[in-house]
């Protein structure tokens, strides 16, 4: 598959491959974050809205997945 790729080429490609779980993990960031906020218009106060925010900060720990070949093979 990386016949023909240059040092840098390869450099380039794991990099690339990298950030896929790093994207992922951003977008089910963003739409936690959506979810919550749609939970909070539909009912919740905002003193229990900004008690819940201060609680989730504690609580969130970033978790990324292992590189796989669907990262190194590309969308």
Same mark, same amino acid.
């Not at 896929?20 to 951003?26: A, D, G, H, N, T």
């Not at 960031?29 to 749609?38: A, C, H, T």
């Not at 905002?46 to 093979?73: Q, V």
């Given at each position: ?19 896929r779980?790093v994207r %992922?993990?951003?977008?089910? &960031?963003?739409?936690? #974050?959506? @979810?919550k906020?749609? !939970?909070? /218009? %539909?009912?919740?106060s905002? &003193?229990d809205?900004s #008690?819940? @925010?201060?609680?989730? !900060?504690? /609580? ?6 292992p590189?796989?070949?669907k ?5």
């Amino acid at each position: 598959m990386i016949e023909g790729f240059s040092g840098s080429g390869l450099k380039n490609l794991c990099i690339t491959a990298a950030y896929r779980p790093v994207r %992922e993990l951003i977008q089910q &960031e963003r739409l936690k #974050d959506l @979810k919550k906020k749609k !939970k909070d /218009e %539909e009912g919740q106060s905002k &003193e229990d809205a900004s #008690d819940a @925010k201060e609680e989730s !900060k504690e /609580e969130r720990s970033i978790t990324l997945r292992p590189l796989n070949m669907k990262d190194m093979r590309g969308p």
